[in-house]
């Protein structure tokens, strides 16, 4: 429990993307249509992660309040859809962490109601 209350305090501080592991841009190179399928692959599983550890910190009520709320059936590769999207229509967002961006961009998407 002592590390996934350091995760979040991690993942919720306001970090410039020199100190996280991956920025918007990565995530977005990684993401890109015309990425190899080693790229797709870190796409992917970057975005099943922070998901589901949105997922559990709701679960576990480590967070009070989810920042977005899952579609019933949604695809990996909607939420893939999604990411880019909002990242293509918010390129100043790109040098800030890839995690940011991906819980912005399902904060906007899928809001819980």
Same mark, same amino acid.
């Given at each position: 429990?002592?590390?996934?209350?350091?995760?979040? +305090?991690?993942?919720?501080?306001?970090?410039?993307? +020199?100190?996280?592991?991956?920025?918007?841009?990565?995530?977005?190179?990684?993401?890109?249509?015309?990425? $190899?399928?080693?790229?797709?692959?870190?796409? #992917? $599983?970057?975005?099943? +992660?922070?998901?589901?550890?949105?997922?559990?910190?709701?679960?576990?009520?480590?967070?009070?309040?989810?920042?977005?709320?899952?579609?019933?059936?949604?695809?990996?590769?909607?939420?893939?859809?999604?990411?880019? *999207? #909002?990242?293509?229509?918010?390129?100043?967002?790109?040098?800030?962490? *890839?995690?940011?961006?991906?819980?912005? +961009?399902?904060?906007?998407?899928?809001?819980?109601?």
């Amino acid at each position: 429990m002592r590390w996934l209350i350091l995760g979040l +305090a991690l993942l919720t501080m306001n970090v410039n993307a +020199a100190e996280a592991f991956k920025t918007g841009q990565e995530l977005r190179e990684e993401c890109g249509d015309n990425s $190899g399928f080693f790229m797709r692959g870190a796409c #992917y $599983g970057f975005i099943t +992660a922070v998901f589901d550890l949105h997922s559990s910190w709701v679960e576990s009520e480590v967070i009070s309040e989810p920042q977005f709320c899952k579609p019933p059936k949604v695809t990996l590769d909607k939420l893939k859809s999604v990411i880019t *999207a #909002y990242m293509d229509a918010n390129p100043d967002d790109l040098d800030k962490t *890839a995690s940011g961006n991906v819980l912005n +961009a399902f904060a906007q998407a899928f809001p819980c109601e």
